[in-house]
């Protein structure tokens, strides 16, 4: 077994992001880790509910030794054997509106280099579209095709959504174990092509709070891509109430997907609590997920500042040199990277931040990282 990385969770945004990673890849290189200050930059530091479910998840996938994995807990040792070579089925319930997508984050890397040739299949119970995570659609629209680049993918099934505050979401992610990961190159941004997104409302929350969602981020795209001399593409937010077959609680916020000629894409949301609807001085859920739009691709960045650190895992773990390019860096992608750093220092892996040479006074920059080539040698070569 490796020798003992120790981290201190309050690295950098001192968050749960730390705790993800450092379980993810300590599970896929058997790397044993301990982890003080868990969470320590958060105003309820230890592990959450979500967080210890992550914790639980990864465990059942690598037959890890565990200890400090309870609700408060500021430390954990956490002992991996070998990834899962039989169970193809992998279950988590968050008691509460935890996020499934941030479940997903810790749980999609391990599941896809499992040493078996079986699909797996993740259930995940929680929150879908909750405050403080991505929304599932963000998993779905962004993430999923940012994955396809580097030769992965996976299938998902939205049984229901859950809101805050008693989440009851169910979402099935059904995943292929791959040989590889490839090295991407995501450096050119191209024009906006094409944005589509939408706006919902459940429970007792009326639909015309949707269309106000719609309408404010529909205008605030356009102004701004005008005002800085970029061709409108086509815009289309529809706008829907759930069927309550399908959703816990009352909720409602908007989505937005924008996607460039180069295949390049951008997430953006926006989330109303029932309590906030109206309340005067707070910035529409509409116009707060197409700034999330506009911010990278005003700056020339090839990814939204929510993909920047998600793509990190990915980037290290890739065979080959990756290249993307990126805005500045988000407190969460340096503390993904220095992380990264940490787990895999005797793979030598590093990352490095480019000034972006190819235009003048331009504000985004080129990430690149040569990966380690993890290799799974059960899955079969595509």
């Known amino acids: 077994m490796s020798s003992v990385v120790k ?33 320590a930059g958060r105003t309820k530091p230890g592990l959450a509910a979500q967080h210890l479910k992550g914790v639980e998840l990864v465990k059942e996938m690598c037959n890890a030794e565990v200890s400090g994995a309870y609700i408060g807990s500021t430390h954990l040792k956490f002992y991996p054997k070998s990834l899962h070579r039989h169970a193809t089925e992998f279950k988590a319930e968050i008691q509460s509106a935890g996020c499934i997508s941030l479940l997903a984050q810790v749980a ?45 993918d996976f299938d998902f099934v939205v049984l229901k959504r859950g809101y805050y505050p008693k989440g009851r979401g169910i979402v099935h992610l059904r995943i292929t174990p791959i040989r590889n990961l490839n090295a991407v190159d995501i450096t050119d941004l191209g024009i906006p092509c094409d944005i589509s997104g939408w706006a919902f409302v459940a429970g007792y929350v009326n639909i015309n709070e949707a269309y106000k969602m719609a309408i404010d981020a529909k205008t605030s795209l356009t102004n701004e891509l005008i005002k800085n001399n970029i061709q409108v ?19 409602s916020g908007i989505n937005i997907v924008c996607s460039t000629t180069t295949g390049c894409i951008f997430g953006g949301s926006g989330l109303n609590m029932p309590s906030s609807i109206g309340t005067p001085g707070m910035k529409s859920p509409g116009v707060v997920a ?13 990814v939204d500042n929510n993909n920047q650190d998600q793509i990190i895992i990915y980037m290290a773990l890739a065979k080959g040199i990756s290249r993307v390019k990126v805005g500045k860096l988000t407190l969460h ?27 003048e006074n331009s504000t985004s920059y080129i990430l690149e990282c040569e990966g380690c080539g993890l290799i799974n040698n059960f899955a079969e070569q595509h």
């Open 7 to 39: 981290i201190d969770g309050s690295l950098g945004e001192g968050g749960g992001q730390i705790l993800r990673l450092a379980l993810s890849l300590s599970a896929l290189y058997g790397i044993p880790i301990e982890i003080n200050n868990i969470r």
């Open 108 to 152: 999609l890397p391990c599941a896809l280099f499992l040493p078996q040739k079986s699909d797996i299949l993740l259930i995940l119970k929680g929150g879908t579209n909750v405050p403080l995570g991505p929304h599932i659609e963000y998993l779905t629209e962004v993430v999923k095709p940012t994955l396809n680049k580097f030769g992965a």
């Open 233 to 251: 593409p086509l815009i289309d937010i529809k706008s829907y109430k759930e069927d309550k077959r399908v959703t816990v609680e009352n909720g």
């Open 290 to 302: 197409a700034n999330n739009i506009l911010e990278p691709l005003l700056n020339g960045a090839c």
């Open 333 to 359: 992608t340096e503390t993904a990277m220095k992380v990264a750093e940490i787990m895999l220092a005797n793979r030598g892996l590093r990352f490095h931040l480019l000034k972006n040479e190819n235009v």
